[in-house]
């Protein structure tokens, strides 16, 4: 089925169903939660109901988008009686794999259909239906694209979580995927009432000070390797305790081990809560660092991936720097 097919399908669904269950990734970013805020409000508008459920609260600074305070923090435990209510179709936004669902996409199994929408190279075509396009800057563009085709309402709440969305998964318009319809969206955004300058105070250029305690921290552990083609920053679980952060607050350190003149790859490796290290990576011009991440039993991007991996961190970074070794060589860049 090509894009329009689809695309036409999914507000069929829409347009047929009173209430949905909306899901996204877990430790969900800017273009996770924008794009579910977005497809709640305007199916809201239009009396439907959207039941939005994760396994954690919003955290900061996405809590501040419009609509963010509905979303319904379950547990990884719990879920069954949000099971039980009826719904005409599960959406699934964001999300490259089930796995990042966690214990979710087992609760809600049974529930059909499954819509997966989301720009991730790595995307294993998990729904019944799948509106998957990794040439998409975000996966906001393709909720926009729906409710374009659905003439749903892009009400000005609507249209700020989808350029805040836009805005946070291009790096505020500069990575690879800052394409001209990304432009062309958020320009359209703005002339529904959007505010870039209060969205940046509200979303972007907002950090309570654990944050800048915890970066000096991560910054002190900048460690070069392959004649500086590859940076590695490390945070074990203690770090962000010591300093009263939360997990969230090292989201996008690793652009700095990224910023370093000469480094292709870059790498930030955070002990996890439940044990084990969730890689982070980036890279500049050459390596694809979803490739890499699949082969840790990850995936993402070409130019933003990541894993989760158990073991010892010393072993880890060792086999983690052999395969970055051997990309890198491969490619002769
Ligand atoms: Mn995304």
Same mark, same amino acid.
């Given at each position: 089925m090509n894009q329009e097919k689809v695309e036409s399908k999914i507000v069929e669904i829409l347009e047929k169903g009173k209430r949905f269950l909306l899901l996204t990734h877990k430790d969900p970013d800017g273009d996770a939660i924008g794009s579910t805020l977005a497809l709640a409000w305007t199916l809201g508008e239009t009396g439907r109901e959207c039941i939005m459920v994760s396994e954690e609260p919003t955290a900061v600074p996405y809590d501040a988008l419009p609509g963010a305070h509905k979303i319904m923090a379950i547990g990884a435990d719990y879920g069954d009686q949000v099971a039980e209510r009826g719904f005409e179709a599960v959406l699934v936004l964001d999300c490259a794999d089930e796995k990042r669902l966690g214990r979710f996409a087992e609760t809600f199994s049974h529930i059909r259909p499954w819509i997966n929408i989301d720009h991730h190279?790595?995307?294993?075509?998990? +729904? =019944?239906?799948?509106?998957? /396009?990794?040439?998409?800057s975000s996966t906001a563009e393709l909720i926009f694209n729906v409710i374009k085709r659905g003439g749903f309402p892009l009400t000005r709440e609507v249209a700020e979580n989808i350029f805040a969305a836009i805005q946070a998964d291009t790096g505020s318009f500069r990575y690879e995927n800052t394409t001209s319809t990304a432009f062309r969206i958020a320009a359209e955004m703005v002339e529904r009432g959007v505010d870039p300058w209060q969205v940046n105070l509200k979303v972007m250029d907002v950090y309570d000070i654990p944050r800048l305690r915890l970066l000096s921290k991560a910054l002190d552990t900048i460690e070069l390797h392959l004649n500086g083609r590859l940076a590695m920053m490390t945070l074990p679980a203690s770090v962000f305790q010591e300093v009263g952060a939360?997990?969230? =607050?090292?989201?996008?350190?690793? =652009?700095?081990?990224?910023?370093?003149? +000469?480094?292709?790859?870059?790498?930030?490796? *955070?002990?996890? =809560?439940? #044990? +084990?290290?969730?890689?982070?990576? /980036?890279?500049?011009?050459?390596?694809?660092?979803?490739?890499?991440?699949? *082969?840790?039993? +990850?995936? #993402?991007?070409?130019?933003?991936a990541g894993f989760e991996w158990q073991g010892?961190?010393?072993?880890?970074?060792?086999?983690?720097?052999?395969?970055?070794? /051997?990309?890198?060589?491969?490619?002769g860049c």
């Open positions: 190279e790595t995307n294993t075509f998990f +729904g =019944d239906i799948n509106l998957v /396009r990794p040439d998409a939360e997990r969230e =607050d090292s989201e996008r350190f690793v =652009d700095y081990a990224r910023f370093i003149r +000469g480094v292709e790859v870059a790498a930030f490796v *955070r002990e996890m =809560d439940s #044990g +084990g290290y969730k890689f982070s990576l /980036r890279s500049n011009n050459c390596v694809n660092v979803a490739d890499l991440a699949r *082969r840790f039993g +990850g995936g #993402g991007h070409a130019r933003a010892q961190l010393e072993k880890l970074k060792k086999d983690f720097i052999k395969e970055v070794a /051997r990309v890198l060589n491969g490619k």
